[in-house]
T-cell receptor, first 111, second 115 residues
């Protein structure tokens, strides 16, 4: 069964450093997403991406964040200068016909 | 604004007992409705979904959910809980705009199963 994959599973970085989280969505899906979950809190929408551009973003998704689909399979989330409060689980997702499928997540720890 | 309420933060049930997890949404139109489960340290797995039609939907792992328009609810049920069902359960909704599916999640219900 096709699934969304994410790498790495855990990323530790120093405050102020750039990180890139990587995802491979399900191959025939057209919509891609990033969500995040701060420890103990609910899952929050960050951004949706369609046809090589952002279709919607939340207020969390400020200028420090960017997304890219560098090739036909990968979908990345970049945080330019990480802050302590960026520590969270980041979930990539893709959707088909309204159903969203999530990857296993990348746990980002900012020290 | 679209919102999802899961009034129970934590529920404990005995193995073999029945389970009902509550979910209410606040939205003018009927959104798409989902239940996801998250085991410790794991991602979000889709249990079931409701788009339209029959208001009782069956999902994986023996779960079902019933959509009640009059109560704006989409409660998750299982007749007999297994110890492996211990996890966090999230209700989520999305407005069908025909474009991207921006999910709004509830705060989750943590299920503990006692043996």
């Amino acid at each position: 069964e096709p699934e969304v994959t994410q790498t790495p599973s855990h990323q530790v970085t120093q405050m102020g450093q750039e990180v890139i989280l990587r995802c491979v969505p399900i191959s025939n899906h057209l919509y891609f997403y990033w969500y995040r979950q701060i420890l103990g809190q609910k899952v929050e929408f960050l951004v949706s991406f369609y046809n090589n551009e952002i279709s919607e973003k939340s207020e969390i998704f400020d200028d420090q964040f960017s997304v890219e689909r560098p090739d036909g399979s990968n979908f990345t989330l970049k945080i330019r200068s990480t802050k302590l409060e960026d520590s969270a689980m980041y979930f990539c997702a893709s959707s088909e016909l309204g159903t969203v499928f999530f990857g296993p997540g990348t746990r980002l720890t900012v020290l | 604004a679209q919102s999802v309420t899961q009034p129970d933060i934590h529920i404990t049930v005995s193995e073999g007992a029945s389970l009902e997890l509550r979910c209410n949404y606040s939205y003018g139109a009927t959104p798409y409705l989902f239940w996801y489960v998250q085991s410790p340290g794991q991602g979000l797995q889709l249990l079931l979904k409701y788009f339209s039609g029959d208001t009782l939907v069956q999902g994986i792992k023996g779960f079902e959910a019933e959509f009640k328009r009059s109560q704006s609810s989409f409660n998750l049920r299982k007749p007999s809980v297994h110890w492996s069902d211990a996890a966090e359960y999230f209700c989520a909704v999305v407005l069908n705009t025909g474009t991207a599916s921006k999910l709004t999640f509830g705060t989750g219900t943590r299920l503990q199963v006692t043996l």
